[in-house]
C-alpha cells in the first residue's frame, strides 16, 4: 500500500502559478504511475496529468498542455505538478493517485490510491 499527501493548493490570480505537491509512504514510490485528477464543484473528476514510475513519460489533458509539467523525484518519493498561467476554469480539488499498472492511464478508476485532495482556486 502507499498513503499519498497533496499540499501546495491555495489562492491565485488568473495568470499566477501553483506548485502542487504529493509526497508518498509506505510501499517503493518507484513501482507506482501517478497522477493528477481534478474535480469542480458539481462536476465529475477529470484526468490532469500522468507520469510512469521511472518519469520517461508524461501524459496531459488537452486544456493543461503547454501550461502545466508533472515530475517526479523517486529518491524524495514525491510527484509534482507545476501549473503556470492558471485560469479561474482551473479551479477545483486536486487528487493525486498512484496505481501500478504497467500502462499510465487517464481513467480514474484503474488507480488505486489516492490522497485527500488540495484545493486550487483561481480568481479572474
Known amino acids: 500500500q502507499v498513503q499519498l499527501v497533496e499540499s501546495g493548493g491555495g489562492l491565485v490570480q488568473a495568470g499566477g502559478s501553483l506548485r502542487l505537491s504529493c509526497a508518498a509512504s509506505g510501499r517503493t514510490f518507484s513501482t507506482y504511475n501517478m497522477g493528477w485528477f481534478r474535480q469542480a464543484p458539481g462536476k465529475e473528476r477529470e484526468f490532469v496529468s500522468g507520469i510512469s514510475k521511472s518519469g520517461d513519460k508524461t501524459h496531459y489533458a488537452d486544456s493543461v498542455k503547454g501550461r502545466f509539467t508533472i515530475s517526479r523525484d523517486n529518491a524524495k518519493s514525491t510527484v509534482y505538478l507545476q501549473m503556470n498561467s492558471l485560469k479561474p476554469e482551473d479551479t477545483a480539488v486536486y487528487y493525486c493517485?498512484?496505481?501500478?499498472?504497467?500502462?499510465?492511464?487517464?481513467?480514474?478508476?484503474?488507480?488505486?490510491?489516492w490522497g485527500q485532495g488540495t484545493q486550487v482556486t483561481v480568481s479572474s
Open positions: 493517485a498512484a496505481d501500478d499498472s504497467f500502462y499510465v492511464y487517464r481513467n480514474d478508476w484503474m488507480y488505486d490510491y
